[in-house]
């Protein structure tokens, strides 16, 4: 594996637009401050194309007290939210 293209802070802001072109084609670039690697830039993933409102129908379902009261309560008690 070859080493990873590495930029420190100054460089990054000043090369953004050769880092973005850089991951587009695949590789992977360190951002470093003070000598130190603090971020990592990876080309994403292939997302899924959705084609519109509704591209999901009928491919998910609920359960059916998805949205009851008590699954309500449950979920505001789970985050510090009860009234």
Known sequence: M?????YNMHE????????????????TVVISRAGKPVAK????TELPRRTGRG??????????DWDSAEVNEEIAADFG???
């Open 2 to 6: 070859s080493e990873l293209a590495q």
């Open 41 to 44: 830039v990876v080309p994403l």
């Open 81 to 83: 939210l009860q009234s």
């Open 12 to 27: 990054a802001k000043s090369q953004l637009s050769r880092i973005v072109e850089r991951v587009e084609h695949g590789e």
């Open 55 to 64: 591209s999901l129908a009928g491919r998910i379902s609920y359960a059916p």
